[in-house]
T-cell receptor, first 114, second 115 residues
Framework: AQSVTQPDIHITVSEGASLELRCNYS??????LFWYVQSPGQGLQLLLK??????LVQGIKGFEAEFKRSQSSFNLRKPSVHWSDAAEYFC????????????FGAGTRLFVKA | NAGVTQTPKFRILKIGQSMTLQCTQD?????MYWYRQDPGMGLKLIYY???????DKGEVPNGYNVSRSTTEDFPLRLELAAPSQTSVYFC??????????????FGQGTRLTVV
């Protein structure tokens, strides 16, 4: 069965510091992979996605993620965090079975300190 | 563009009451989904639909029902509300799968409290 693991429930980073959020997935075929961000009281916004091609993908707001098949990982990175990046981040895998369901990890809440 | 619209945004129900969470999308998407979000649990799929007249259960369907009479609308029905259904509910939609169209688009959510 498909699954997504985000090992860190929450992370605190200083403003201006670099960020890496971890994501591991379990899926038998080539996965569709996504990172979404959710600000408090808001819906989910897509940051970036990967299906094939270059394993380093660029997204909005200065985020990037690298797909590593050998490690079944799709970690999200940002070189310099801004206070406005404080939010909850969800990694997800798209399962190309009936209905193409998107399966989410439990999320990582990012806190940014001044 | 309106995208995916959910109503209401907030609701308090008493145990045993029923209600319908409305979801409509104006992007002509075939696929629609209902998720619930609980703290520390991510989003769990309740029901989904691949087109008008076709629905199927997701991971946590118990206590819920759905219908899909039109492409645009995908209401979620709670028949006998229970405290365990206190959650934030998200509706999502997406177009048929293609290399350029793989992600789902989400509504703003409905925060439901059952007391």
């Amino acid at each position: 069965a498909q699954s997504v693991t985000q090992p860190d429930i929450h992370i605190t980073v200083s403003e201006g510091a670099s960020l890496e959020l971890r994501c591991n997935y379990s899926y038998g075929a080539t996965p569709y992979l996504f990172w979404y961000v959710q600000s408090p009281g808001q819906g989910l916004q897509l940051l970036l996605k990967y299906f094939s091609g270059d394993t380093l993908v660029q997204g909005i707001k200065g985020f990037e993620a690298e797909f590593k098949r050998s490690q079944s990982s799709f970690n999200l990175r940002k070189p310099s965090v801004h206070w406005s990046d404080a939010a909850e981040y969800f990694c997800a895998v798209g399962a190309n079975t009936g209905g193409f369901k998107t399966i989410f990890g439990a999320g990582t809440r990012l806190f940014v300190k001044a | 563009n309106a995208g995916v619209t959910q109503t209401p945004k907030f609701r308090i129900l008493k145990i045993g009451q029923s209600m319908t969470l409305q979801c409509t999308q104006d992007m002509n998407h075939n696929y629609m989904y209902w998720y619930r979000q609980d703290p520390g649990m991510g989003l769990k799929l309740i029901y989904y639909s691949v087109g008008a007249g076709i629905t199927d259960k997701g991971e946590v369907p118990n206590g819920y029902n759905v219908s899909r009479s039109t492409t645009e609308d995908f209401p979620l029905r709670l028949e006998l509300a229970a405290p365990s259904q206190t959650s934030v509910y998200f509706c999502a939609s997406r177009p048929p799968l293609s290399r350029l169209a793989t992600e789902a688009f989400f509504g703003q959510g409905t925060r439901l409290t059952v007391v």
